[in-house]
């Protein structure tokens, strides 16, 4: 079979390799764009929220270039996304989409339905090759959230603006299309120095900034209008607080393989004394990252960001200000839809810029990230 799934950041590459491992054949829809936006948001309730008209959109656009199955998700938890694949699946056939529905059903298990699902969608039920396949696709999320961490420190001080970003989407060809253990880390390896040839000024004056919300928004440049870009131009130290590889481990990985507290727990306790409960989807982790970076001093400003809609981080949106003045901490938050106009953010991201660098002036804090190389 033809199989597609939905964007997330750079998520496709890792399930891509997957796929393509145990022998199946990938429609990668194109990249969120201002079609998907369209097409998803025709077809969706008007309330529902901003990732899922685009993973609709991505579905219907991958049907359209000869997918003959999708893959789902149906997650637990109090967020929506575990009445996506119901509602996603209904709308499809409503619109007379003739294809085969595959759900990681995380509320069954985690590697273990991972390991059931892969085999469903390829055929291919050789244990060897399935361990292998899931493992190549977990070290390769860890190997793009490496690299963005090193992308965020040189974009902001480069000497040329989109310098670092070309180095970096050369060697992101080479991790794609590495298919094993040795070849992927060369290429990891090799994307590195690529964008450590970047030519920067290291006595530039620099911000450090936490991205902080809902992991979709968070780390799909359509939906955030690339907030990591447009804030390195601004000279800022993007600190991506969620990552695929955080949400990965939280959600799939079992605990008896984990190495540590996750991202997740430690943002839970962090938040305690803001939130007492788990009020769905990334919520607690927005509140328990703001207080970590006041706390530790690690940031000078956090962006907060939230899908229009989303009722946990609207809970999270109101107890930020709690935080913000606790932790003496400047917080800005951006409600993303289809009707944000770019014009008007920017000019938001540019305000809050400037006004952490006249702050950190008056009130200098040592950053660990805005002063070591990575």
């Not at 000279?235 to 605990?255: C, F, K, T």
């Not at 660098?357 to 950053?367: F, G, S």
Request: charged residues 25%; contains cysteine; hydrophobic residues 40%.
């Amino acid at each position: 079979m033809k199989i597609a799934f939905p964007h997330m950041g750079k998520l496709y590459i890792a399930l891509g390799t997957a796929i393509e491992i145990l022998g199946g054949e990938v429609v990668v829809p194109p990249y969120n764009n201002k079609r998907t936006l369209e097409l998803g948001s025709l077809n969706s309730p008007e309330a529902v929220c901003f990732p899922y008209k685009l993973v609709l959109g991505n579905y219907m656009e991958a049907i359209e270039n000869g997918a003959e199955a999708v893959l789902m998700i149906d997650s637990p938890g109090i967020c929506r996304l575990g009445q996506y694949s119901t509602s996603l699946r209904t709308t499809l056939t409503d619109l007379g989409y003739d294809v085969k529905f595959i759900n990681f059903d995380l509320y069954k298990g985690k590697l273990k339905e991972l390991y059931i699902k892969f085999k469903e969608a390829t055929g291919n039920a050789n244990p060897i090759t399935l361990i292998r396949a899931i493992n190549m696709a977990l070290l390769k999320i860890k190997i793009l959230d490496d690299v963005d961490r090193v992308l965020a420190y040189y974009r902001a001080r480069e000497l040329k603006e989109g310098d670092a970003d070309k180095r970096y989407f050369r060697g992101l060809g080479e991790i794609e299309a590495a298919l094993g253990y040795k070849e992927a880390l060369k290429a990891k390896n090799n994307t590195i120095k690529y964008i450590k040839s970047t030519p920067i000024d290291k006595n530039k004056e620099i911000v450090t900034i936490d991205l902080v919300g809902e992991v979709y928004v968070v780390l799909d440049q359509f939906s955030n209008l690339d907030i990591e870009k447009e804030l390195g131009r601004l000279g800022v130290h993007v600190n991506r607080q969620i990552n695929l590889s955080d949400w990965v481990q939280a959600s799939i990985m079992p605990s008896v393989l984990r190495f540590g507290k996750t991202h997740e727990e430690k943002a839970r306790s962090s938040a305690r004394s803001f939130l007492k409960r788990d009020v769905g989807g990334d919520a607690i982790e927005s509140i328990g990252d703001v207080a970590l970076a006041g706390k530790h001093h690690s940031a000078d400003g956090v962006v907060h960001l939230l899908p229009f809609t989303c009722m946990p981080e609207i809970v999270a949106q109101n107890i930020l200000p709690n935080v913000r003045c606790k932790e003496d901490i400047p917080v800005l938050s951006l409600v993303l839809d289809e009707h944000m106009g770019r014009a008007g953010y920017i000019t938001r991201l540019e305000a809050f810029v400037d006004l952490l660098k006249r702050r950190k002036r008056v009130e200098p804090k040592v950053h660990s990230l805005s002063t070591a190389i990575i």
